[in-house]
C-alpha cells in the first residue's frame, strides 16, 4: 500500500476513535447496510480479531447495559446475547451466524478475565520456603524447564 494511502487510512482510523465521528459513521453504516456495527464485525472478522473487535464496541456502547456486559460476566450468555439484540434492534435471518458468533465472543471474553484474575492472584502469591506446597510446584517448575537436570 502507497504511503500517502496508508497515511490516509491511519488518518481515517484516528478520526474514527473519535465519539462524535464514529457516531455519525455509524450511523450512515446502519442506514446503508442495515446492520449494527457488532452485526458488521460478526459478518467481516474470524474469531480472534472478532472478539477484540466485538469487546472494543461493547465498551464503547451508548447503552449502559451493554457496557455492563463486559465488566460484569452475565448469568446466561444467551439471555444476554437477546438483550443484545433487542437494544440494538437487530433482525436475525435464518443464515445470520450472529448469536453463535457472539456467545463464543462473550465466552471468550470472559473466560480470559477470570484466567487473568487467577494469574494475578497467582504471580502475586509470596514464595514460602516453609510451605511443602510451593516447594513442589517449584521442583515440578524445575523439571519441566530443565528435564536434563532432574
Known amino acids: 500500500m502507497p504511503v500517502q494511502t496508508q497515511a490516509s487510512v491511519n488518518l ?13 459513521i455509524k450511523w450512515i453504516l446502519r442506514l446503508i447496510t ?3 456495527e457488532l452485526q458488521r464485525i460478526t459478518q467481516k472478522y474470524k ?3 472478532c472478539t477484540v473487535r466485538i469487546e472494543e464496541s461493547m465498551q464503547r456502547s451508548k447503552f ?23 437494544l440494538k434492534n437487530i433482525s436475525i435471518d435464518a443464515e ?6 457472539m456467545k463464543v465472543c462473550l465466552e471468550q471474553i470472559h473466560g480470559y478475565e477470570s484466567l487473568f484474575c ?3 492472584e497467582l504471580r502475586s502469591e509470596r514464595f514460602d520456603s516453609l510451605n511443602g506446597e510451593h516447594e513442589a510446584m517449584l521442583l515440578k517448575l524445575w523439571n519441566l524447564l530443565q528435564p536434563d537436570n532432574a
Open 34 to 36: 442495515g446492520a449494527c
Open 96 to 101: 445470520s451466524k450472529f448469536v453463535s458468533c
Open 118 to 120: 487467577v494469574v494475578e
Open 47 to 49: 474469531s480472534g480479531v
Open 12 to 24: 481515517i482510523d484516528l478520526l474514527y476513535k473519535i465519539s462524535l465521528l464514529r457516531c455519525f
Open 64 to 86: 449502559t447495559e451493554i457496557r455492563k456486559m463486559i465488566e460484569v460476566e452475565p448469568e446466561d450468555i444467551n439471555e444476554a446475547i437477546q438483550q443484545i439484540i433487542s
